[in-house]
């Protein structure tokens, strides 16, 4: 049971370059969550998808767009990466819908953009 | 608005000492809180969570958290700390109105002298 994981583990992009960060979970899960993590600030929330088919802005949105491929799949895409997207990106997943359940995290993608 | 203060950036505490690492959270109604544990280099584990019910919590590697509504407050604590403890902590309350987002605390970073 893989539980969540992500592709790629590590990342360097120039300015302007696009790319996609990949996400899947085996738990059945029916949210999915894109998170970014940078030194002093936690953890924020980009998009989030609470089922399949939907999906809606988190807390810093600008410059990513997401697709949630199918129930298992939740991809992050950067059309034109800026030096201020460097950070470390988790995706997560969790089974309720509504308030809060309990999410799991995958191992993380470190992107750097130069 | 909702939102998670965890007011100390770094605590250093001696093998086989007890820990305690604060958490306070401003939100309107009955919270959803979870602390999670997050390695260097991995993901986020959650430690333990609180929805309702007894305000003591018992959690994963000897944990347990404590809600205290008069408080504000959501204090994870262990009574004897292992090398292996050294991680950053982070406090999360569950946002209402959403489909299970989370708002995460900025994180303590716990180191352990031998």
């Known amino acids: 049971n893989a539980g969540v994981t992500q592709t790629p583990k590590f990342q360097v992009l120039k300015t302007g370059q696009s790319m996609t960060l990949q996400c899947a979970q085996d738990?059945?899960?029916?949210?999915m969550y894109w998170y970014r993590q940078d030194p002093g600030m936690g953890l924020r929330l980009i998009y989030y998808s609470a089922s399949e088919g939907t999906t809606d802005k988190g807390e810093v949105p600008n410059g990513y767009n997401v697709s949630r491929l199918n129930k298992r799949e939740f991809s992050l895409r950067l059309e034109s990466a800026a030096p201020s997207q460097t950070s470390v990106y988790f995706c997560a997943s969790s089974h309720r819908q509504g308030l809060a359940g309990e999410q799991y995290f995958g191992p993380g993608t470190r992107l750097t953009v130069t | 608005a909702q939102s998670v203060t965890q007011p100390d950036i770094h605590i250093t505490v001696s093998e086989g000492a007890s820990l305690e690492l604060r958490c306070n959270y401003s939100?309107?109604?009955?919270?959803?809180l979870f602390w999670y544990v997050q390695s260097p280099g991995q993901g986020l584990q959650l430690l333990l969570k609180?929805?309702?019910?007894?305000?003591l919590v018992q959690g994963i590697k000897g944990f347990e958290a404590e809600f205290k509504r008069s408080q504000s407050s959501f204090n994870l604590r262990k009574p004897s700390v292992h090398w292996s403890d050294a991680a950053e902590y982070f406090c999360a309350v569950g946002r209402s109105g959403s489909q299970g987002n989370l708002i995460f605390g900025k994180g303590t970073k716990l180191s352990v002298k031998p």
């Open positions: 609180y929805f309702s019910g007894d305000t």
């Open positions: 738990m059945n899960h029916n949210s």
């Open positions: 939100y309107g109604a009955t919270p959803y």
